[in-house]
């Protein structure tokens, strides 16, 4: 295996100047299906293992071209030469070897998103050393021990890098459990994206010229001017009236919250980050309401986020749609108040505001299904119970993890300070956390992470290495406390990534607190989970990220990381 994985990437390294048709050659070696994608866009990555139980794969970062846009090819950062990345499936309790090769021209790494695994081989820039670019290798290998819907990506300039391509999907079956639920045969993955163009169709560049414009983006995160399912705009799929189906569903936007739903369909959702949650949801459409604080009053979105299905970014979600009708059926993106920034310039003074028309854009198409006529056409009914989570002890004596999000005011040149923690009172961005920062836990500890979002805008959090169990969301107002609540969570599931919601008053005096319950169980990677230091070798991890994950956030400092230690 090895030295075929070498024999490849040696070609991929002359075929990247080289003709398109040895590039296609090449993805019909990598992939399942020989070199061509399913109908949504996804191709599937070959495992060239013969050993029952393994799981063994050759992953190539290099630039190629991608269309974005249907016809107009433009230069990019690819996987195997494909946007997104070619899915690597396995089952549970699978020994997964990734031989991952880095010929791009930039240093990167290919971080796991969700997947519970050794510290060394989480592939953040503090779990490893970067894989250097112009042929840098790093071997991945690791126990696929969760039954989930995960994602890859860079930890290494990853707004950018994820902006121009690199990403792919990671599925673990579990075929006993499906059968046994009864879950649909039938399965896509969506990748829910957005791209953003300049008025040529070109890319824009990594951060804006000007200094409101660069810290507006910094403040808001990177929103696209396409919207794309698996990399590219205005698909289309094909579907069978009665025929339920199972879509994994993966936020991969740098910034964009995505809320969507189908008119007239209920959406059944199933799962989550970290697999099948307790009991399903079923998700209503979103209708419009009066928004009366225009004059005259403004038809949008409905703001209830029970609503369709709300992704932040890094979130994923199971859902099941059955089309009870032939036609054509929409899948619509509706805005959410979020929290976007306005901002004012007098001089070297900046002043942060609140954007008037957050939350008011008009529905947009993610994309099309046309439905063909089925047979006896009828409504998937999802059982009442899914996978039994087991509640997480905890109680008031239960120690926390403090993490605090919040930001500062852009400098002259538009930069804006950020950061996930604080020390002596003051913000304490992630390239100042040291070792001696770093809260620190051992193995078998439980924790409660209690996150607390100091700002006016919503931050999806993310942390690396465990999965937790959300509790409740506490809004707290120091001057208006009508506005203090306690809101538990609808059901219960293992999470990496929650969103929690901005401050409900002013800035200052109030606050949302997020309340999670983690333990730290090494089960299934006994003894490789210790990580401490903050400078990973080739040997030993730095530590455990925590950030935002609306990538511009946590590239501006919204990230820190904790220690596990003996």
Request: glycine share 10%.
């Amino acid at each position: 295996m090895r030295r075929l994985a070498l024999s490849l990437c040696l070609a991929v390294g002359l075929f990247t100047t080289g003709a398109s048709a040895q590039h296609l050659g090449m993805k019909g070696l990598f992939c399942t299906n020989g070199g061509q994608p399913n109908e949504e866009g996804i191709y599937k990555l070959h495992n060239f293992s013969t050993t029952p139980g393994t799981v063994e794969v050759v992953l190539v970062a290099y630039n190629w071209t991608h269309e974005w846009i249907k016809g107009l090819p433009k230069l990019s950062m690819t996987y195997n030469g494909v946007v997104p990345g070619p899915q690597i499936d396995a089952n549970v309790g699978d020994h997964i070897i990734v031989h991952f090769y880095n010929f791009t021209g930039e240093d990167t790494t290919v971080h796991w998103h969700g997947m519970e695994l050794p510290a060394t081989m989480d592939g953040s820039h503090i779990s490893q050393p970067a894989v250097p670019k112009f042929g840098g290798y790093f071997k991945y290998e690791f126990d696929a021990l969760r039954a989930a819907t995960y994602w890859y990506h860079p930890h290494v300039n990853t707004r950018w890098q994820v902006e121009r391509g690199l990403y792919g999907s990671f599925l673990v079956h579990d075929p006993a459990e499906n059968t046994k639920l009864s879950l649909p045969a039938k399965e896509r993955t969506l990748f829910l994206d957005d791209i953003l163009l300049d008025s040529f169709l070109a890319l824009q560049p990594q951060w804006p010229a000007t200094p409101i414009d660069r810290a507006l983006e910094q403040l808001n995160g990177r929103e696209g001017s396409h919207l794309l399912l698996n990399g590219q705009t205005s698909r289309t799929i094909n579907m069978t009236a009665g025929v339920p189906e199972r879509w994994r569903i993966i936020n991969s936007s740098n910034a964009r919250f995505q809320r969507f739903c189908i008119q007239g369909h209920t959406l059944y959702q199933i799962g989550g980050d970290g697999g099948l949650l307790s009991a399903p949801l079923a998700k209503q459409p979103i209708g419009k309401v009066l928004d009366l604080s225009h004059s005259p009053p403004k038809l949008i979105s409905d703001p209830d986020r029970n609503l369709g299905i709300l992704l932040g970014p890094g979130e994923r979600a199971e859902v099941v749609f059955t089309p009870l009708a032939s036609g054509s059926v929409t899948v619509e993106w509706h805005d959410l108040h979020r929290g976007r920034h306005s901002l004012v310039q007098n001089g070297s003074n900046w002043m942060i505001g609140h954007l008037h028309a957050d939350g008011e854009s008009q529905e947009l198409p993610l994309f099309t299904a046309n439905v063909a006529a089925g047979q006896n056409p009828q409504t998937w009914i999802p059982p009442q119970s899914l996978r039994p989570v087991t509640p997480i002890a905890v109680d008031g004596n239960t120690p926390l993890l403090m993490v605090m999000l919040g930001h500062g005011l852009p400098d002259a040149q538009g930069e804006v300070p950020m950061f996930a923690a604080m020390k002596n009172g003051a913000p304490l961005p992630f390239p100042k956390v040291t070792s001696a920062d770093a809260m620190k836990v051992k193995v078998g500890d439980t924790r409660i992470w209690m996150v607390m979002n100091m700002g006016g805008a919503d931050h999806p959090f993310h942390a690396h290495g465990w999965f937790f169990q959300p509790l409740a969301l506490m809004y707290q107002d120091d001057n208006d406390p009508t506005k203090n609540k306690m809101v538990p969570f609808p059901t219960r599931e293992w999470k990496d990534t929650i969103i929690i919601p901005k401050r409900p008053g002013a800035k200052g005096s109030s606050r949302t607190m997020l309340r999670a319950a983690v333990k730290f169980d090494d089960t299934g990677r006994v003894g490789q989970v210790y990580a401490d230091g903050k400078t990973p070798t080739a040997t030993k991890s730095g530590g455990w990220l925590f950030h935002c994950h609306i990538m511009e956030h946590s590239a501006k400092g919204m990230m820190s990381f904790f220690e596990v230690v003996p």
